[in-house]
């Protein structure tokens, strides 16, 4: 897998941004994917992840209601629109596939069980 993230970028407080996932090798559908988060000086955190087929979702408490992951099929990439942004969501933003096996409606919420990541998009939340 070569997965790689883009929208990341500078935004103000109560912003929106929506980070994509792609991959030119893997069908990402067939695969849990997550998407993790690390703040300088932070250890790294699961923001969401979404499992194969869509079947099922989860969002850390610090994003819940203002973030959302999404699959878009035809374009073989993972979204996660982030709305009402604050100062504590910046972070580098990393995408990552569960390689197999894996279990169908489940997405793991710790890094060690992703195999494959991209390099990171940094998002900056400030006035």
């Known amino acids: 897998a070569q997965l790689v993230e883009s929208g990341g970028g500078l935004v103000q407080p109560g912003g929106s941004l929506r980070l994509s996932c792609t991959d030119s090798?893997?069908?990402?559908?067939?695969?849990?994917i997550g998407w993790f988060r690390q703040a300088p000086g932070k250890e790294r955190e699961a923001v969401s992840c979404i499992s194969s087929y869509a079947g099922s979702t989860y969002y850390a408490d610090s994003v819940k209601g203002r973030f959302t992951i999404s699959r878009d099929r035809a374009n073989n990439t993972v979204y996660l629109q982030m709305n009402r942004l604050k100062p504590e969501d910046t972070a580098v933003y990393y995408c990552?596939?569960?390689?197999?096996?894996?279990?169908?409606?489940?997405?793991?919420?710790?890094?060690?069980?992703?195999?494959?990541w991209g390099k990171g998009t940094l998002v900056t939340v400030s006035s």
């Open positions: 990552a596939l569960q390689g197999p096996p894996i279990r169908l409606g489940v997405c793991p919420k710790t890094g060690s069980a992703y195999g494959y």
């Open positions: 090798g893997f069908t990402l559908e067939n695969y849990p």
